[in-house]
């Protein structure tokens, strides 16, 4: 599986973005995916989780409320809308595949990455 990820971009503190990843390979729709950022001079750490149906998501406190995740099967995509960002948001967003799992949390339980989106936000 080969993830592909976009959306990026340089935004004022309370607007949106919205992420994309999309996976080759039909076995995606089978995998969970999730969304990792790292920001400078930090280590990549969980931003949100969903299960390989998309019955069923999680986030990262910091995010709650503000960002949700949703799979698209049918199209091997994967999203991640952020509203109301902040300048703390900031970072390279990852997307990621086949979560090991409740390990999610963790980046080394993930099989696939995509290869980055840069996120800024200014205040």
């Known amino acids: 599986v080969q993830l592909q990820a976009s959306g990026g971009g340089l935004v004022q503190a309370g607007d949106s973005l919205r992420l994309s990843c999309v996976a080759s390979g039909r076995a995606f729709r089978n995998y969970s995916a999730g969304w990792f950022r790292q920001g400078p001079g930090k280590e990549r750490e969980f931003v949100a989780y969903?299960?390989?149906?998309?019955?069923?998501?999680n986030y990262a406190d910091s995010v709650r409320g503000r960002f949700t995740i949703s799979k698209d099967n049918a199209r091997n995509t994967v999203h991640l809308q952020m509203n109301s960002l902040k300048p703390e948001d900031t970072a390279v967003y990852y997307c990621?595949?086949?979560?090991?799992?409740?390990?999610?949390?963790?980046?080394?339980?993930?099989?696939?990455w995509g290869q980055g989106t840069l996120v800024t936000v200014s205040s």
């Open positions: 969903i299960n390989w149906g998309g019955g069923g998501t």
């Open positions: 990621a595949a086949q979560g090991s799992g409740q390990n999610y949390r963790r980046p080394n339980a993930w099989g696939y």
